[in-house]
Structure formats: structure tokens, C-alpha cells
């Protein structure tokens, strides 16, 4: 079982190389559509998704509640994704959202901008000018949009285990190079410890949610690292009553997990 996150500019051919390597590999590939609706199905209000998704919030967005949420339900749906292995996913930060995994692929699609222009240029019969402004303006979100919600470079190298240009290299071209770095790198001891992970990861975000939407607990920058058997609860409080409720609450919902608090008191004035 791997789990494969593909990064890519606009133009670079990644939903194009996506599709075919999960038909070559015989994986599910999560698409932008597939995400949202499950953002939203688990309960994110539709009309504030298009505030967030893969672009960078404005200003007083970036400052709501809401930004948080449609953070911690998007965690929510790639982690969920990602617990059902051999899949592959398209955006939203999933690289990094997912990097714990140790049978995680993440690659990273580029191509040339002069070739970005004439792609788009020859799909929508735009001039230079159209195909430019695409360009930059996308390029701007998904910059603005990784640096907002998980403050990296989403062009760093460094986050990826392989970068392609498919300004040199085919769609067919790609999905070898996956294929083989599938086979390569992706170990049985890999797959075993990365589905463990992935299922604490997903706990501990579901975990989250509960607190935090069902239980409603007034706890900034929530969050709960599960590692088998143990929780602890990271996060900004005002008041220790609201942290000893968050605790009891978690003991509950987990009883086969102790659970201990590292949330920090802060109280406003």
C-alpha cells in the first residue's frame, strides 16, 4: 500500500499524469472534486469553500475561525483518503499533511512557462496574454495558499521525493518513472508503518474535530498527537477548566488511550 501526492503548477500536466498512473497502478485517485465534497459533507459550509481552497485567503479570511476549520476538516479528508492506501492525491497540501507517512510518495510537476503558455493557450483558445495572467495568478494562490496554511514553500524542492518536468518528459514518461519508484522505495516494512501512522494521524484529527465542532471548546491551534496508545492535546486555552473538560472529553472518545494535556493558558484581558 503507498499513498502518492502529486504537487504541480497549472499547465504541468499533473491531473493528466495522476489519471494515468492510477489506472497503470490500479490506485484511486483523489481529485479536487472529490476533496471538496468531502470538506463539505463533513461539514464545512459550501458557500466559504471558495474562499480557501487552494488559494491564498484574503485578508480578514485569513484572520476568521473559518480558516481554521476548513484547515482541520481539509486534514480530515486527506487523512481519510490516505487510511485507504494505493491512492493517489492531487493537491491541497497533501505533501505535507501526509509527510509523517513512510510509504508516502510525494512528487512535484513542472514544465517550462513557455510551454504552460502554449498548453493553455491551445485548451481555451486564449492569446498570450490570457495564458499569462492564468499562469500568475495561479502560481500566486498556490504559493499564497501553502505559505498561509502550512507556512512552506510549496516550490521547495525539498518537500518532494522527486520533482518532473514535464516540459521534457511525457505522460507515459511520468507514470514509469512512478511505477518504478513505487516498486523502488516502497517496502513492506514501508507500507506496514505507514498505515499505522496514518490510522493514529487520522484519530487524532478526528479527535480534533469532535472537540473542537461537537463539543465545541473554545481551544486555538488545536491538536492531538496520537502514537499508539497515548494522546496529547497541543493548543492555546483561556482557562484550565476548559482544558480539564477538553481532557475528559478525549478520555471518553478514546478510552483506550491516556490522554494528557500540553495546551498552553492564556487568558485574555
Known sequence: ????????????????????????????????????????ELGFPQEKLSKYDERRPGFFASLAKDRDEYLNYLQLAVLEAASKGNCILIGRGSFIILEELQNLLALRFVSPDDVRMERLKNEFSWNDKQARTRIDESDTNRRGFHKSFFNLENEDPQHFHLVLNTGILSIDDSVRVIESLVKTLITPEKEEAGTKRVQDLLRGQQLVNQLLYTYKYSISFLRADVRDNSVTLQGIADSQAIVDRAVESATKLLPSCAVTSAISIVQRH
Open 1 to 40: 500500500m503507498a499513498v502518492i501526492t502529486i504537487s504541480r503548477q497549472v499547465a504541468a500536466l499533473g491531473d493528466e499524469v495522476a489519471t494515468a498512473a492510477a489506472q497503470k497502478l490500479g490506485y484511486k485517485f483523489i481529485d479536487r472534486k472529490q476533496v471538496e465534497h468531502r470538506i463539505v
